[in-house]
């Protein structure tokens, strides 16, 4: 726990005061109000003193350039009085002095301004390192009641924590505790709410926190503090998983799965981390599993630097620590073990071993010590400058307010993470009973899910309740695939039946009425599924065949070739792909209203579960919107269904304040198209036919029409969803944003440089220009996501194949921002002075500047 607490509250009442407090918070979030109290605590004064004689400078200002005021020689018995209000800069963490003394029986002096301060410690010193100033410890002491017995005092807190708990336990009067009197203008600035403030800014910071935290995982143990993820190269299923070497346990033991002289162990070292020893612990009583040969590389694979290697001869008295690396001076962000060969017995051992699929080694465990760079979380300069260029929503907001709105949602997530765990009972994670009552604090969550990133417990959380409902088949399903009839169809599509998708539906089914269906709950280490025969095809399926069935599969319901017909019936391409209004989701598809086929989207559903569990890919270009709806999101109509049809959002939305001649000249009447492209009259007269549409019924039409079109494909999306839930416990999707539950099934989109260039075209701009130079020296300075964004504002795509078209740009001032038109997917490039200009504008529109685009 970070803070001080009351001793005479029990664990489960601590527990119960945090979800109380925690669902007050979520009530908070939900209506747009500040946060309560007791989670904004900050004490008014705190005291410090030195574990060891120092020098204290006190500065005029946090900034280690600035005036030093005055020097005091300071030991154990010197003392400091703080305000209780955190300040963190590139310099460090800074302490403000409001008074000081000598020794613990003088007086306080007040310092000679409102207050200087004190480096607490730098931004570069090590965890190891000693701070100049530590907080008093508060002692214990007892004292005598009337009847001479000896009587506790009264605990004292001064924590944010401490004081949630006393304000929501359920603790009788004489067990509680005095609390430390608040700063007021501190706490007000803290829970402050600016004007405008609402949750997707909320949203927009935790992002920004959340990509610079790295998340919790299961498996790492007595690697926590300094490592980020553990990787292997492979396992053996059953004793030999990863998660033992990091448990401490001499008695378990990681054994690999592979090739020989291909095993490794791959640590992500935390940023500022210095290894200071690095070793593997094994069991002579392992023998031939003993590793032999070890080289420990630094860096990706493709630029690494050896930094040792060791070659073991083995005896009965050999250690069984091997030290692979001491003293390291400099930090490196990936660290490989590499185990080149393992020991044998004999020639002959050897030879045996490697005609069974290559000698596998056994490691007990690691032992690793390293000093840490001393964290200071994200302090307020974090928070401006090039930092915000991606969350457009931040950047109108002072660094001081993105800053003191980060430090509270910490705390609220820090809340959130003490009690995760708890908030789902255990007959609440399985797939076949997890379903939540409204009003519950899980479901509850459902409001906030765009915040749920910035936890570090839940990863974990995830990957425990997916291993603990997975299950294997025990043999692997043969399917016969005809792939010539596929591809025939898809090119003229005729009787669906010979797609690929049918195929694998019709072949995936039981056999007979004996046989055991697919539960699709594989765990993440099967890697093939079932195995591919193709017919008049002479390949072998050893996991390629079944990839590309997944393939083939993706590109018959939504093809990434947007003139391609439509190979099967279950979706239609979304209204905004024939819109050429600018829009920037014009790549999507939907679930076809008309298609009344529910158990083959129930079974899609269940594939997608599949690819969530496990390692494969089904690339759906489906929006947000229909995203939101199987991730059990909140949405709405004007943002999400947006996604969708945004013209037709634009046009109802426009309805409620258009005045009526306007209104005359649209000839609307009570009919209304859906996605499929059917109409529907909702008012008709005695013929049959859609009345007109009087102005006076303009709101009632648009509420029908925002009530049908969000229902339009119900039925279809809640069969999706039943299928994920087959596979899925329900609790894993309340734990997960949208954005996870896409890129977990769907992969990123991958944007290389050179399939950007190959799908380059050129318009009244030579190649050679100089303005061409710049924009492919920023796309290759450009991260995988900037350049999904980037073809997402030039042609409203956000994966490849799509044609791009580079053309000059307007003559304008010096430097401005570049143009689009989505309709024609090109990019209008104006003049810029040089490279790092021309970057910046670039990323800057490519997050920004939907709105420049030219079609609007």
């Known amino acids: ?72 020689q300071a030991t154990p018995s010197t003392r400091l009085i703080v305000s209780g209000e955190d300040f963190c800069n590139g310099d460090g963490k800074w302490l403000c002095v409001l008074k000081t003394k000598s020794t613990a029986n003088d007086d306080y002096e007040h310092v000679p301004s409102d207050c200087l ?63 430390v009197p608040a700063d007021k203008e501190a706490v007000d600035r803290l829970k402050a709410l600016e004007k405008n403030w609402t949750l997707e800014h909320d949203a927009a910071l935790v992002q920004v926190m959340s990509s610079n935290i790295p998340q919790e995982t299961e498996n790492l143990g007595s690697l926590r503090g300094f490592v980020e993820a553990l990787g292997v190269s492979s396992y053996s299923s059953g004793d030999g998983e990863s998660a033992n070497l990091t448990d401490e346990d001499p008695n378990t033991y990681w054994e690999t799965d592979g090739q020989q002289g291909q095993h490794w162990i791959r640590l992500t070292m935390k940023k500022g981390t210095i290894i200071k020893s690095l070793s593997l612990l094994v069991n002579l009583a392992d023998d031939n599993y003993l590793p032999e040969t070890i080289v420990v590389v630094a860096g990706e694979t493709d630029d690494v630097k050896v930094l040792n290697s060791v070659n073991i001869v083995w005896s009965p008295q050999s250690n069984t620590e091997i030290k692979l690396l001491e003293n390291l001076t400099e930090y490196y962000s990936i660290v490989t073990i590499r185990i080149k060969s393992c020991k044998c017995k004999s020639i002959l051992s050897k030879m045996i071993q490697i ?27 974090f928070f401006s400058g090039e930092k915000l260029v991606r969350y457009p929503l931040l950047q109108s907001f002072s660094p001081s307010v993105n800053y003191r709105r980060s430090v ?41 899910r765009q915040l749920l990133p910035l936890s570090k417990k839940r990863l974990a ?24 009839a596929a591809f025939e169809h898809r090119v003229n599509p005729t009787d669906y039946n010979n797609t ?29 599924w079932w195995e591919c025969k193709f017919i008049s095809e002479g390949i072998i399926d ?54 009344h086929s529910l158990e083959k989207y129930e079974w899609l559903g269940q594939l997608m579960g599949a690819c969530f569990r496990g390692k494969e890919i089904l690339i759906l270009s489906l929006p947000p919107y229909v995203w939101k709806r199987l991730a059990g999101e909140s949405y709405n109509w004007s943002r999400d269904f947006a996604t969708v049809d945004a013209a037709e959002v634009r046009l109802i939305d426009s309805l409620v304040n258009m005045d009526r001649e306007t209104f005359l000249t649209t000839g609307r009447s009570w009919t209304m198209v859906l996605s499929d492209g059917s109409h529907v009259s ?35 999306l809640k069969a999706l969803r039943s299928g994920l839930l087959k596979v899925i416990p329900e609790a894993v999707l309340e734990l997960l944003t949208w954005q996870e539950l896409e890129t977990r099934i769907c992969g990123e989109p991958e944007i290389s440089v050179e399939a950007l260039m190959k799908n380059t075209f050129y318009h009244h701009i030579d190649e050679d220009d100089l303005r061409v130079k710049y924009f492919w020296t920023a796309v290759k300075n450009f991260s995988n996501e900037d350049r999904s964004h980037l073809l997402r504002f030039i042609t409203g795509r956000r994966r490849l194949p799509v044609s791009i078209f580079i053309s000059s740009g307007k003559n304008s001032p010096t430097n401005p921002l570049p143009e689009s038109s989505t309709c024609c997917n090109t990019l209008h490039l104006p003049v810029y002075t040089d490279e790092k200009i021309a970057e910046e504008r670039l990323r800057y529109a490519a997050y920004n500047c939907v709105s420049i685009d030219t079609d609007e």
């Open 542 to 595: 050893q996991g390629g065949g079944f990839r590309d069935s997944l393939s083939d599969m993706a590109e018959e319901l939504c093809p990434s070739d947007p003139d391609a017909p439509m190979a099967l019936p279950f979706f239609v391409r979304t209204p905004n792909q024939s819109n050429e209004d600018g829009n920037v989701n014009r790549d999507s598809y939907i679930p076809n209203p008309s298609c």
């Open 682 to 716: 909702l008012k008709v007269d005695s013929d049959g036919n859609p009345l007109p549409l009087a102005y006076e019924d303009r709101l009632e039409y648009a509420e029908k029409v925002r009530e049908i079109r969000l229902a339009e494909c119900d039925k279809q």
């Open 408 to 448: 509270v949602l910490q705390r609220f997530m820090w809340l959130l993470d003490s009690v995760i765990h708890y908030l789902i009972p255990a007959w609440q994670s399985s797939i076949e009973s997890c379903h939540f009552q409204e009003g519950s604090t899980l479901a509850n969550l459902e409001s906030i």
């Open 1 to 72: 726990m970070h803070g001080n607490y009351n001793h005479n509250i029990p664990s489960a009442r601590r527990r119960i005061s945090r979800i109380r407090c925690l669902q007050d918070c979520i009530t908070s979030l939900r209506n747009r109000q500040p946060f309560p109290d007791c989670l904004c605590y900050i004490p008014s004064e705190l005291e410090y003193t030195t574990s060891y004689k120092t020098t204290w400078k006190l500065f005029q200002s946090p900034d280690k350039t600035s005036k030093v005021i005055k020097e005091i």
């Open 355 to 381: 005609f069974a699929h290559g000698i596998d080694t056994r490691i007990r465990g690691i032992k690793l010590h390293c000093l840490e760079e001393r964290s200071l979380g994200f302090d307020q300069e």
């Open 117 to 179: 301060w004190l480096l607490l410690f730098s931004s570069r010193s090590s965890t190891e390192e000693t701070p100049s100033a530590v907080p008093v410890q508060e002692v214990v002491s007892y004292s005598k009641s009337k009847l001479n017995l000896l009587k506790k005092q009264q605990p004292k807190i001064k924590s944010w924590e401490g004081v949630i708990e006393e304000h929501y336990a359920p603790v009788l009067k004489k067990h509680k505790a005095f609390i």
């Open 500 to 528: 690929v998708f049918m195929q694998l539906y019709e072949g995936l089914k039981p056999r007979d009425r004996a046989s055991t269906p697919l539960t699709y709950r594989w765990s993440s280490q099967n890697d093939q």
């Open 461 to 484: 959380l995830i990957d425990t309740l997916l291993k603990g409902s997975a299950s294997d088949p025990s043999d692997r399903k043969i399917v016969y695939i005809n792939r010539h």
